[in-house]
């Protein structure tokens, strides 16, 4: 009995989720942006994420030129879909609605190359992909038990070293993607203008001005205080109740 309603109420809370998304669609398209934007945050609500939802909910914001909203909800698609070309195209729009012009310190070097190749999936899909290596590793071992010459015996045994070497730099990325999503810590400015202090202070001497929809990082907190990073390095203590955490 108890799995029986179990399975009725997630059904019943699937079904619930679809019709927000459909309706948000449906009034997103007459353009009825106020009111598809709170459909789809009625999904949110009901514990379902995804990167269509945050990139049509980003959408929403955009169309009403909310700018630190827009940016935020794009800016949670892409912790879901890093790659997805449509979002990162619609933040680039969304990033000239902002006033600040920070610069982006580029990354150099082995650091670049490492970031640059593990960057490509998300940790989740790099687990996966040690799962398969893992699968053709044992599919080799079967062939090269079973050989019946010496050639053949030798190409699986060469592939299984091959899918070991392989299956390592898939675990590591994982591994490294991993801590890499658990320590970067992104928020977005919500207050329409914000002092950066030099200490976590009220008192303390402004270090540079901020405004709604920049993208900062979070480094340590204390208290009701944020010590942040900008993309050029600066740093400095906000305010927690400016800015909110993309995770």
């Not at 920049?214 to 009701?224: A, P, Q, R, S």
């Amino acid at each position: 009995m108890k799995k029986t309603v179990y399975i009725f109420l997630v059904l019943t809370q699937l079904l619930f989720s679809q019709n927000g998304f459909d309706r948000g669609n449906e009034l997103y398209q007459k353009g009825n942006y106020i009111e598809a934007m709170k459909a789809y945050e009625s999904v949110l609500k009901g514990n379902k994420q995804s990167a269509e939802l945050y990139f049509n909910i980003g959408n929403c914001y955009y169309k009403m030129n909310k700018v630190a909203p827009a940016i935020y909800n794009y800016e949670k698609a892409l912790v879901l879909e890093p790659n997805d070309k449509e979002v990162q195209n619609n933040l680039k729009f969304a990033h000239k609605l902002q006033i600040d012009e920070i610069k982006e310190v580029p990354k150099v070097g082995f650091e670049k190359l490492i970031r640059d190749f593990t960057g490509a999936f998300h940790y989740n899909t790099w687990a996966w992909i040690a799962v398969a290596f893992v699968f053709l590793f044992v599919l080799f071992f079967i062939g090269y038990y079973f050989s019946q010459t010496t050639v053949s015996k030798r190409v699986f045994f060469i592939g299984m070293f091959v899918l070991v070497f392989l299956l390592l730099i898939s675990i590591s990325s994982a591994i490294f993607e991993r801590n890499h999503y658990k320590n970067e810590r992104p928020a977005i400015v919500f207050a329409e203008v914000v002092s950066v202090k030099n200490e976590p202070r009220a008192s303390g001497s402004d270090v540079f001005i901020l405004h709604e929809g920049t993208k900062v990082y979070v480094l340590d907190t204390l208290e009701n205080w944020k010590k942040i990073q900008l993309t050029d390095g600066t740093e400095g203590w906000i305010d927690e109740s400016a800015i909110k955490e993309v995770k």
